[in-house]
């Protein structure tokens, strides 16, 4: 019986996921009734791990859809930041010449931008926030590391191209295995009735053979009493 499980060199996604085999003639992967049951049992092992993978690639997917929005967030705080920084500098680097220019200098300085910050789901507080030229950004594990601006802005834009990319091969891959597992349920379903078949063929086999030997029978027992 050849082997239904994916080979090692079987053909497979971007992300290595393989493809299922494919039933076009029973035959290839049953010779006997004898091993209907086992081929069928290898395939629903093989459907229950695309399901799995299915499962796994939905949270992962879920997941990515709410990372995404942090994020775009976060790049465009960034940029608010950026903006702000840039205009104290150039209030900094120009400041009047004129006699009362300190009091007009300082009224040019941006205002510290007033904002509000969660401390838990339901509380918040209001900060003033003075331009700056770094931030702070949450990496995971309870790590927090200070940036430039710059480099936070392109450490945010990379990770957020990085995650639209990864909810694309999510939604590929969701759809894949699902292609998939409905290639194997068709397998199923046509190994199943190459079954049913046999079985009926076997039946009128049978029927007709006893009916041929009930007949040669009676005409035997005719000619005997003739």
């Given amino acids: 019986m050849p082997d239904q499980e994916p080979s090692p060199d079987a053909a ?38 695309y399901q799995f993978m299915e499962v796994n690639t939905q949270r992962r997917l879920a997941g990515l859809k709410e990372k995404i929005p942090d994020i775009r967030k976060t790049v465009e705080m960034v940029r608010f930041l950026q903006t702000r920084s840039k205009k104290a500098r150039r209030s900094k680097d120009n400041p009047s010449q004129e006699e009362e220019g300190s009091d007009e200098d300082e009224n040019e300085q941006p205002e510290p931008t007033e904002t509000t910050f969660e401390l838990n789901d339901t509380l918040y507080a209001k900060a003033h926030v003075p331009p700056t030229e770094e931030v702070y950004l949450w990496l995971g594990a309870n790590v927090m590391l200070s940036y430039p601006l710059p480099d936070a802005l392109a450490l945010l834009t990379t990770k957020l191209a990085t995650a639209h990319q990864n909810r ?58 003739s």
């Avoid at 290595?16 to 086992?38: H, L, N, Q, T």
Wanted: charged share 35%; glycine share 12%.
């Fill in 12 to 49: 497979t996604n971007p992300r290595g996921i393989p493809y299922a085999p494919f039933v076009d003639k029973v035959e290839d992967y049953v010779s006997s009734r004898a091993e209907v049951e086992g081929t069928l049992k290898r395939f629903q092992e093989m459907i229950s791990k």
């Fill in 168 to 225: 694309s091969n999510a939604e590929e891959d969701l759809d894949f295995l699902r292609e998939q597992i409905t290639t194997l349920e068709v397998a199923l379903a046509r190994v199943y009735n190459w079954e049913v078949t046999q079985k009926r063929r076997e039946k009128e086999g049978a029927g007709g053979k006893g009916g041929k030997e009930a007949d040669e029978e009676k005409t035997g027992g005719d000619g005997n009493g």
